[in-house]
């Protein structure tokens, strides 16, 4: 079984649809494996703004990977959920609505959402926005699990049903407590930028982190997520809590300024080993 990792494709911003679109299109002309053994995992902030011309642009690409035989599973971003500057909920319940079949699939539409992969390979999608659509839960929030998705995550992985089972895990913030790995240099410009960022990290990270760490703690193989649009692989800080791959998704268009390269990962879960993809524009 392979992972096909996207993330933050921001769609609806600047050249994205069309970087996604490339993106897509490399997929279906280069599958990595039989169709059979690829999901694609997309990681959150498929679109920009949550409208409904964004939204349809990107169902319509998910939709083309589903039609060329790939299984698409996704979790939601905030800006999915709303855009640069809050959740909703009237946002939300559209989303989960239009997206059900790659949120949920055949599942009961409520997180965390079980994928069976195959006999040995569980994933678990989380909503790291859950508990962020109200406004003072959201405020200096970069997600926010909260207490019932986690009582229901830590309840399932105790279940019988996944026993023996690989468990890959889902969402779309920042997982680790520590919040940032990379610290920009001011060489681009954007020293405004970058000084607000400064002062206001310590204060900008998921929230309930460090808990969803210990409820997670030995008891999944690969943690998958988007947000910070570093693409690092933070296995070195899983390895912490037991767990041996952990992969931050990148923006795979490149959503932040397009000098980078269109890249995604493919993880192969039989020997725990991921290559990146570079596609030329």
Known sequence: ?????????????????????????????????????????????????????????????????????????????????????EVNNEAARIFKQEFASYL?????????????LND?????????????????????????????????????????????????????????YYGYSVMPDVGDGNLLKHLTARLTRPFRRMKDAYSLCQIIRDRAQVLLFGHMHEGLDCSGESAKYGIPLALDGNSTTDADNGHDRLRYRIIDLATMKHDVRIIMK
């Open 120 to 176: 040995d390979t569980a994933l678990i999608g989380l909503d790291s926005n859950a508990a962020e659509l109200k406004f003072l839960q959201g405020l200096f929030a970069e997600g926010h699990l909260g207490a019932s998705q986690l009582d229901r995550l830590n309840r399932l992985l105790d279940t019988s049903a996944l026993a023996g089972k690989k468990i890959v895990l889902c969402l779309h913030h920042h997982p680790f």
């Open 104 to 116: 949920f699939h055949d599942e009961p539409h409520a997180f965390p959402v079980l994928h069976r």
């Open 1 to 85: 079984m392979k992972i096909i990792h996207l993330s933050d494709t921001h769609i609806g911003t600047g050249a994205n649809a069309a970087r996604s679109t490339l993106v897509v299109d490399d997929l279906i002309r280069h599958p990595p494996d039989e169709l059979a053994r690829c999901v694609v995992v997309h990681t959150g902030d498929l679109i920009h703004a949550a409208t409904p011309d964004n939204r349809q642009t990107g169902k319509a690409l998910l939709d083309r990977l589903s039609t060329a035989g790939y299984r698409v599973i996704m979790c939601p971003g905030n800006h999915d959920y709303g855009d640069t500057f």
